[in-house]
């Protein structure tokens, strides 16, 4: 009964996912031509360990629109309130290849920041509000069932996280078990909308994706349309990227440019360390690299982070400040059970420390990746250095059970590199 409802639920969604072709940001739809990079929407990758792919996101279906408007408890609010803030495309949808997990996302422009707000408080009278403000992409992430589930029953209050307002929800139908999470998220005088549905959820799976997906949304789209977008910024930005990628210490990693996607999953002691990677891509131009040495078989990837002024750049360093606590919650993830890891701040004088440069001012930590039997699995650097109102971020990665495997050596040459190439006028 319950079995074969949910095997042909997930053979009609596959059917139905497969043939919507794997695309990107959908054909503009009415409205002004404000047409947004693809780069602010959500892309296609892992999130809290589900691989999403990207599909074609056709124009919405009403599947719900009625439904979702009667469960509103300020529906005329809505939408008077989302009149002047047409999408600016179809946006993306993207879901696991067993139609499981499905996310959509759009994004509406409006003239203002104000009108923007004033929509966005308009949903937040109910969860069901907030459906109804993110309609396109809720009936998105159910176009997929060959017969539409009953209208899903909404949590009774509404969550707040920031800029983001969302709301939860649960399938009525015990043949086709689900959950999901509908969201609207604002910056600046842009609102998107973003809708998440899972078959058969797995405990705590809901959570653990919603947190991934909503907080990569909200960086995804700041980082398209913000600061990161300055000219003058990004020229600076461009100007030194030659400089360090002829450096003596980087020549040997041939490295390749490598962008950011998403913002990655980290334990609650490193929120200083996602606080960095969201600050630099929001608030900078950042340009970043990925490379291997041959030779020492240690892997980099390096970023170039140029700032409007001084005080950010020293502002993304104090993130770095204390990491000791961070680091080894973040490595003991992925390790097997009873593994441990060991982190050494670099010292700033004396045996290993960096070779400064004039005016530059790093922080840097080595760990030391031990099995539950205490054999090396290897090493890990990373290291921040600023000059001015220029920054530069690196990890370096060595997979040895060598216990004499130098890493240090690696994580230096590479800073000291960054450093010179910020330091140029």
Same mark, same amino acid.
């Given at each position: ?167 939860? %929800?649960? !399938? /009525?139908? +015990? @043949?086709?078990?689900? #959950?999901?999470?509908?969201?609207? $998220?604002?910056? *600046?005088?842009?609102? &998107? ?95 970043? %690299?990925? !490379? /291997?040495? +041959? @030779?020492?078989?240690? #892997?980099?990837?390096?970023?170039? $982070?140029?700032? *409007?002024?001084?005080? &950010? ?113």
């Amino acid at each position: 009964g319950g079995a074969m409802a949910r095997r042909s639920l997930f053979v009609a969604t596959v059917a139905a996912l497969i043939a919507a072709v794997p695309g990107s940001v959908g054909a503009q739809t009415t409205g002004p031509p404000t047409v947004l990079p693809p780069t602010a929407y959500l892309a296609p990758g892992p999130y809290a360990g589900a691989e999403l792919k990207s599909f074609t996101a056709r124009d919405a279906q009403p599947l719900y629109t009625d439904a979702l408007k009667q469960a509103c408890t300020n529906a005329a609010g809505v939408d008077a309130a989302v009149a002047p803030g047409p999408p600016s495309s179809n946006g993306v949808l993207l879901g696991t290849t067993d139609g499981r997990i499905v996310v959509s996302e759009s994004i509406r422009v409006f003239p203002d920041t104000l009108a923007a707000k004033r929509f966005v408080a308009a949903t937040r009278s109910s969860p069901g509000c907030v459906a109804y403000g993110a309609r396109d992409s809720f009936n998105r992430v159910f176009v997929q069932y060959p017969q539409p589930p009953p209208l899903p029953t909404f949590a009774p209050t509404v969550v707040r996280d920031g800029t983001t307002t969302s709301g939860h %929800f649960e !399938g /009525t139908s +015990a @043949a086709a078990p689900l #959950s999901g999470v509908a969201a609207v $998220i604002t910056w *600046a005088n842009y609102v &998107a909308e973003t809708a998440i549905r899972i078959a058969v959820p797995k405990p705590g799976e809901l959570d653990a994706l919603s947190a991934s997906v909503l907080r990569s949304a909200a960086y995804a789209a700041r980082a398209a349309t913000g600061v990161a977008t300055n000219a003058k910024l990004s020229q600076q930005a461009d100007a030194l990227v030659p400089v360090f990628l002829a450096s003596p210490g980087s020549v040997a990693y041939a490295f390749a440019p490598a962008a950011r996607t998403g913002v990655p999953a980290s334990p609650p002691t490193c929120t200083p360390l996602a606080d960095a990677y969201v600050d630099s891509g929001v608030n900078a131009a950042a340009r970043g %690299f990925a !490379g /291997t040495d +041959a @030779a020492t078989r240690i #892997s980099a990837r390096p970023e170039i $982070i140029v700032y *409007a002024k001084p005080a &950010a750049a020293d502002r993304l360093r104090n993130f770095y400040r204390d990491l000791a606590t961070c680091l080894p919650d973040q490595y003991k993830s992925g390790l097997p059970s009873g593994s441990t890891v060991a982190v050494q701040r670099v010292p700033k004088r004396g045996t290993g420390s960096i070779p400064k440069r004039p005016a530059a001012q790093t922080v840097a930590y080595i760990s030391t990746l031990k099995g539950p039997d205490g054999a090396q699995l290897g090493k890990v650097g990373i290291g921040v250095v600023t000059v001015r109102n220029r920054a530069a971020t690196v990890v370096a990665q060595l997979v040895s059970p060598d216990p004499n495997a130098d890493i240090a050596t690696a994580l230096n040459g590479l800073q000291r590199d960054l450093g010179s190439a910020l330091a140029q006028q």
